[in-house]
């Protein structure tokens, strides 16, 4: 793991989006294709209108949610939706997006379809992240049922969770998958994050689910 800090967050969102931007490019100077697993929610939203407008073969590009609410595509909860808004805009509207909400349906019903688009595009090239003051990442929340088949080294790629903090089930990548990721970047703001952060290192992957995606990580920190 290796920290990066920065004097404050639009100067944060400006670089990071750069590297994730060479990351790609890196990628695709060896590969058909790249995969971008990314995180929802408000914190990369500044990173995505920056990262939009990168010059690069975004034909080539497979996007995905790092984790999904199992809600309408067109909810305010949904993660596809802000990837689609504030990513998939400009440049970055000629990737492919790889959906994990199958609409009408019970999450386990589909699990085995949705892995089956993943498949194809793993390893993942690239992977954004964040994290929450009580260590979870993606939808890997501690404490959560489900938590130790998400961890596991013989994991399937997707895990459906259901924590009780949260008001519909998820859907996520689970740890071997986003550990596997060739490049790795994980992004917190504030004291209360950087302190979670700093916990997260001497605990076990149970208790502090980021744990198990840091080895190899860039962090990036701002207040």
Known sequence: MNIQEYPDREILSINVAKRLADDLETHLLHHETASLAVAGGSTPGPI????????IDWERVHIMASDERWVPSDSDRS????????????????????????????PEAVLAEIEALI????????VLLG?????????????VAGLSEALSHSASPLVVLRPDSQPEARVSLTAPILNGALCKHLVIFGEGKRKALERAVSLPPEEAPVQAVLSGAEVHWAP
């Open 131 to 143: 994290m929450g003051e009580d260590m979870h990442t993606a939808s890997l929340f501690p404490g």
């Open 119 to 126: 498949a194809p595009r793993l390893p993942l090239s690239v």
């Open 79 to 106: 993660n596809a939706r802000m990837i689609r808004s504030r990513l998939m805009t400009g440049p970055a509207a000629a990737a492919t997006f790889v959906p994990f909400y199958v609409p009408d349906r019970a």
């Open 48 to 55: 995505f209108d920056d990262l939009c407008a990168a010059s």
